[in-house]
């Protein structure tokens, strides 16, 4: 299997910033054929929301509420980060790291971490 562990959640204050890493370890033949990585996250009482997403060849993609907020990044097929600048109270939410193995059209986890908490203060 593949276990994903994510670091770097903590408390801010509103207009701060924050960075998320995530690697990826467990089965190596399962992590080679990892071709996108991502974060997810959830507020409490609203619906998980694909934050953003990066694949193999570099190609990102990210919610609105986040764009020109988050970049994402990846660092070979084990690791990927989310700088997450200018935090707003709306970002706060459990962030979720995960990766797809599956060959889609659409990012879609395959493989979820336990999550880490953000919290942003006005």
């Known amino acids: 299997q593949v276990q994903l562990v994510e670091s770097g959640g903590g408390l801010v204050q509103e207009g701060g910033s924050l960075r998320l890493s995530c690697e990826a370890s467990?089965?190596?033949?399962?992590?080679?054929?990892?071709?996108?990585m991502g974060w997810y996250r959830q507020a409490p009482g609203k619906q998980r929301e694909l934050v953003s997403h990066?694949?193999?060849?570099?190609?990102t993609n990210y919610a609105d509420s986040v764009k020109g907020r988050f970049t994402i990044s990846r660092e070979a097929k084990k690791k990927v980060y989310l700088q997450m600048n200018s935090l707003e109270p709306g970002d706060t939410a459990v962030y979720y790291c995960?990766?797809?193995?599956?060959?889609?059209?659409?990012?879609?986890?395959?493989?979820w971490g336990q999550g880490t908490q953000v919290t942003v203060s006005s």
């Open positions: 995960t990766a797809q193995d599956k060959d889609r059209s659409w990012y879609s986890a395959d493989y």
């Open positions: 990066i694949t193999d060849g570099g190609s």
């Open positions: 467990g089965n190596i033949f399962k992590i080679l054929k990892i071709n996108a």
